[in-house]
C-alpha cells in the first residue's frame, strides 16, 4: 500500500507561482514506481497534469502543460514536486497526485492505483 499527501496548495493571483508537493509512504519504495500529478477543476473531469517516469527519470506528459508547470521527484525525500508557474484562473482545481504500480508512461486515470486527498489552488484574476 502506498499512502499519498499532497500540500502546498492555496489561493492566489493570477501570474503568481505555486508549488506542490506530494509525499509518499509505504511499499513498494517511492522511487521503484511513476507518479504523476492530475487536477479537477468544478463540474469537470479529472485530467492529466504532469507524470514522471521512475526508470528514465523523466518528466512526461502533454506540452500544454509543460510551458508553465514542471514536474520533477526527490526520492531521498520520497517526494513529487510540481512547479506551476504563471497561473491562470483557468487552473483553478484540486490537484491530485498519484501512484502507478507496474505501469509506465501513462497518462490515464484508471492506470494509477494510489491517490492522495488532494490539495485546493485556486486562482484569482
Known amino acids: 500500500q502506498v499512502q499519498l499527501v499532497e500540500s502546498g496548495g492555496g489561493l492566489v493571483q493570477a501570474g503568481a507561482s505555486l508549488r506542490l508537493s506530494c509525499v509518499a509512504s509505504?511499499?513498494?519504495?517511492?522511487?521503484?514506481?511513476?507518479m504523476a500529478w492530475f487536477r479537477q477543476a468544478p463540474g469537470k473531469e479529472r485530467e492529466f497534469v504532469l507524470g514522471?517516469?521512475?526508470?528514465?527519470?523523466?518528466?512526461y506528459g502533454p506540452e500544454s502543460m509543460k510551458g508553465r508547470f514542471s514536474i520533477s521527484r526527490d526520492n531521498a525525500k520520497s517526494t513529487l514536486y510540481l512547479q506551476m508557474n504563471s497561473l491562470k484562473p483557468e487552473d483553478t482545481a484540486v490537484y491530485y497526485c498519484?501512484?502507478?504500480?507496474?505501469?509506465?508512461?501513462?497518462?490515464?486515470?484508471?492506470?494509477?492505483?494510489?491517490w492522495g486527498p488532494g490539495t485546493q489552488v485556486t486562482v484569482s484574476s
Open positions: 509505504g511499499r513498494p519504495s517511492f522511487g521503484t514506481y511513476d
Open positions: 498519484a501512484a502507478s504500480i507496474g505501469i509506465s508512461w501513462s497518462q490515464r486515470r484508471d492506470e494509477f492505483h494510489y
Open positions: 514522471h517516469n521512475w526508470s528514465a527519470d523523466s518528466p
